[in-house]
C-alpha cells in the first residue's frame, strides 16, 4: 500500500515566486518525515525533516515544511523560488512498524522558468 | 568525511553477467538499505539490513541478493543481469528507525 503520495509530477514557477509541493502520508502511528532534494546526475540530500517535535520545520535553503495531523500532510514551501532550486524532490516517511523503512514518494519535478 | 560511498558509478553489462555493487558506510550506522530510482517511480526498496547477519528483502527483491557481514558494507550482487535491470542505484544508511538517511552518490548501470 502507498504511503506516501506527492500530488504533481512537475511543478513550474517563476524566479521570485513562491513554491508549493505537496505531499500527503499514510502511517498508523506518528510518522518520521522527510524531504529530500535530487540535482540532476546527483545524489539526495536531506532537506529538512520531521520526528514529532515542532510542526513547522525550517530546513536548507530557506525551504520549510509543516506537518499537519488532521490531514495527513508534509507540504514543502519556500517564500521565493530561485535558479537553482531547479530539482527533483522526495517526501518520504519512516514506514511504521518493523524496521521503519522509508518509503518515498514518486518525486515532484520543480521547474524554475526565468 | 566519506560517508556512504558506492563502487563504480557506472557499469554496462551484458545480458546473463553478475556483478557486485559495492556500498561502504563510515558512521558505524545499523540500518542499510538498497533502491533502484526508474523515470517516474521515485525510489523502490530492493533490500534491507537492520545490522551485520541480518538481511531482509523490499518491496523488489527478485534478481539481487545481499549479505551483510559487517556493519560498514553492504553489497549488492546481480545474479544474473536482465534489460529491466537497467536502472539507478542507491546505497543508503541511517542510525536509528527514526532518523534520516544518508546516501551514496548512486551506480548507474545499464544492462544490454
Known amino acids: 500500500a502507498q504511503s506516501v503520495t506527492q500530488l504533481d509530477s512537475h511543478v513550474s514557477v517563476s524566479e521570485g515566486t513562491p513554491v508549493l509541493l505537496r505531499c500527503n502520508y499514510s502511517?498508523?502511528?506518528?510518522?518520521?518525515l522527510f524531504w529530500y532534494v535530487q540535482h540532476p546526475n546527483k545524489g539526495l540530500q536531506l532537506l529538512l525533516k520531521y520526528t514529532s517535535a515542532a510542526t513547522l520545520v525550517k530546513g536548507i535553503n530557506g525551504f520549510e515544511a509543516e506537518f499537519k495531523k488532521s490531514e495527513t500532510s508534509f507540504h514543502l514551501t519556500k517564500p521565493s523560488a530561485h535558479m537553482s532550486d531547479a530539482a527533483e524532490y522526495f517526501c518520504v516517511v519512516n514506514r511504521s512498524g518493523g524496521s521503519y523503512i522509508p518509503t518515498f514518494g514518486r518525486g515532484t519535478s520543480l521547474i524554475v522558468h526565468p | 568525511n566519506a560517508g556512504v560511498t558506492q563502487t563504480p558509478k557506472f557499469q554496462v553489462l551484458k545480458t546473463g553477467q553478475s556483478m557486485t555493487l559495492q556500498c561502504a558506510q563510515d558512521?558505524?550506522?545499523?540500518?542499510m538499505s538498497w533502491y533502484r530510482q526508474d523515470p517516474g517511480m521515485g525510489l523502490r526498496l530492493i533490500h534491507y539490513s537492520v545490522g551485520a547477519g541480518i538481511t531482509d528483502q523490499g518491496e523488489v527483491p527478485n534478481g539481487y541478493n545481499v549479505s551483510r557481514s559487517t556493519t560498514e558494507d553492504f553489497p549488492l550482487r546481480l545474479l544474473s543481469a536482465a534489460p529491466s535491470q537497467t536502472s539507478v542505484y542507491f546505497c543508503?544508511?541511517?542510525?536509528?528507525?527514526?532518523?534520516?538517511?544518508?546516501f551514496g552518490q548512486g551506480t548507474r548501470l545499464t544492462v544490454v
Open positions: 502511517s498508523s502511528y506518528s510518522p518520521s
Open positions: 543508503a544508511s541511517r542510525q536509528g528507525p527514526h532518523t534520516e538517511a544518508f
Open positions: 558512521m558505524n550506522h545499523e540500518y
